[in-house]
């Protein structure tokens, strides 16, 4: 298992930043993909 796991904190705050679209890693090949506009999946 993963050692950094992505908290709900860190979910509810992630933005793209200057990116179209960020991968976030949550381990074991789940991310968390965050877009300009705000929405993630």
């Not at 200057?18 to 993909?33: E, Q, S």
């Amino acid at each position: 298992m993963a050692k950094d796991l992505l908290s709900a904190a860190e979910c509810k705050n992630a933005t793209s930043g200057d990116n179209a679209v960020r991968k976030l890693p949550d381990g074991d090949g789940l991310y968390l993909w965050v877009y300009a506009d705000g929405r993630k999946y």
